[in-house]
C-alpha cells in the first residue's frame, strides 16, 4: 500500500483537498479526528490534561475546551510540548492502526492527513507527502475570516508552524490552493490519478 501524507500549513485549506481525495475515493486517515478522539470524556489523555492544567481546560458537559486550551499553549512552547507529550503517542498508535487497518481492507493508496506532518516527523512514516499551498497573505486574511481572530492572534498560529514555502520545497507535490476551487480539484485530481493507476 502506498502512503501519502497531506499536510500544508493553518487556513491553507487542507481540508478542502482531504474532501476533495475522500470524493475522488481515498481512504483518508484524518489526524485531526484522531486527535480528537484521544481526549474525549473518559479517555486517559484528557485527564493527564485536566491533571496538568485544571478542570478550567473542561467545558460544562466535561468535554476539552479546545479554544481556552489552545489559548493556554500556543504562545508557550513548553506548554505545547507538554502537550504534545500527553497526545502524541496516543495519535500515532491510532494512526498506525488505522493504516495497518486500510491494508488490510486492500487499499493501494491511503491518505494520512496531518496538519503538523512535518513538524511532528511524521513524514518518515510515508512514501510520498504532498502540501497544500497558499501565500502568506492569503494565508492571514482566510485564518482571520475564519476564526476571528485578530491580526496578532492570526500571526502567532501561523509561526507556530513552519512556514508554507518551506513545507512546500520539501514536498513531492504542491497543491497551490492560491486559485479557485475549480483550479484545485484539477491539480488534486491530476495527482491522485497518477498514484491510484487512474482509478
Known amino acids: 500500500m502506498r502512503v501519502i501524507g497531506l499536510t ?37 489523555a484528557l485527564a493527564e490534561i485536566v491533571a496538568w492544567l485544571g478542570r478550567d481546560v473542561l467545558l460544562a458537559d466535561g468535554s476539552l475546551d479546545r479554544r481556552k486550551l489552545g489559548e493556554l499553549v500556543f504562545g508557550d512552547s513548553a506548554a505545547r510540548a507538554a502537550l504534545e507529550r500527553i497526545t502524541h503517542p496516543r495519535i500515532t498508535a491510532a ?5 495497518a487497518a486500510a491494508e488490510r481492507d486492500g487499499c493501494a493508496v491511503a491518505v494520512l492527513d496531518v496538519p503538523l506532518l512535518y ?11 504532498w502540501v497544500v499551498y497558499v501565500d502568506a497573505a492569503t494565508q492571514l486574511s482566510r485564518l482571520t475570516a475564519r476564526d476571528k481572530f485578530d491580526a496578532g492572534q492570526a500571526a ?14 520539501r514536498a513531492d507535490v504542491v497543491i497551490d490552493n492560491s486559485g479557485g476551487p475549480e483550479r484545485t480539484a484539477a491539480q488534486v485530481a491530476a495527482a491522485w490519478r497518477r498514484v491510484s493507476g487512474g482509478r
Request: aromatic share 2%.
Open 8 to 44: 500544508g500549513g493553518i487556513a491553507s485549506g487542507k481540508s478542502t483537498v482531504s474532501n476533495m481525495l475522500r470524493e475522488l475515493g481515498a481512504r483518508v486517515i484524518d489526524a485531526d479526528v484522531i486527535a480528537r478522539e484521544v481526549v474525549e470524556p473518559g479517555r486517559p
Open 95 to 99: 494512526a498506525k492502526e488505522a493504516l
Open 119 to 129: 513538524e511532528a516527523g511524521w513524514d518518515r512514516y510515508v512514501d510520498e507527502v
Open 156 to 169: 502567532a498560529r501561523v509561526a507556530a508552524q513552519k512556514s508554507l514555502e518551506e513545507k512546500a520545497r
